[in-house]
């Protein structure tokens, strides 16, 4: 940091151990983003509100680490722990927005219905990779399990059900489907 750290308490008395700990994890936040110029904190109240305030080269990062309903922030080093891992995020998505950095959401694979039991409700896809992925008519969107035949094209979303890969959700696809 090009500026010294600034600790601010308010409401409450200074404390070493307190600043100790606030000057640790600020240090740490170099490892996010290496150009930060400046960091401000301040701590206040019995159920404790801590604020981080970072000055980066396009302007400000603010992160407040608001006490209501928190009842773990009845201790300072839990509201220091919160606001700080706050911080890190916010500061890694700036860097990551500064690099270019950017993720791309790419649409699921267009594949085919495999196998089909119109009357138990469920079906399996041909999946890139070779595998079978059972779906279950409720995991169809638009009410579209009556209209899929085998060869059906279909985009989908797997996860891990309870007995292997599933597809959550499944999508038709054709003109009237997109």
């Known amino acids: ?24 994890r600020a240090a740490k936040l170099d490892r996010y983003y290496e150009r930060i110029m400046g960091c401000r904190v301040v701590v206040e109240g019995k159920l404790y509100h801590v604020r981080v305030d970072l000055t980066v080269p396009q302007g400000e990062l603010v992160v407040s680490r608001e006490p209501v309903n928190h009842h773990a922030h009845e201790d300072v080093y839990v509201a220091i722990r919160d606001a700080f891992d706050a911080a890190q995020r916010r500061l890694a998505d ?21 196998r089909l039991f119109p009357t138990e409700g469920y079906g399996f896809i041909a999946a890139p990779d070779g595998r079978e992925i059972y779906f279950h008519k409720n995991s169809v969107l638009n009410d579209a399990f009556d209209r899929l035949e085998v060869g059906s094209e279909v985009r989908y979303v797997e996860e891990q059900g309870g007995k292997g890969p599933q597809a959550s959700t499944v999508r038709l696809v054709g003109k009237s489907h997109g």
Do not use: H, N, T
């Open 94 to 114: 700036y860097a990551r927005r500064q690099r270019g950095d950017i993720k791309v959401c790419e649409a699921p694979p267009v594949v085919r219905v495999s």
């Open 1 to 24: 940091m090009q500026v010294p750290l600034q600790i601010s308490f308010r409401d409450m008395e200074p404390s070493a151990a307190v600043e100790d700990k606030i000057r640790e």
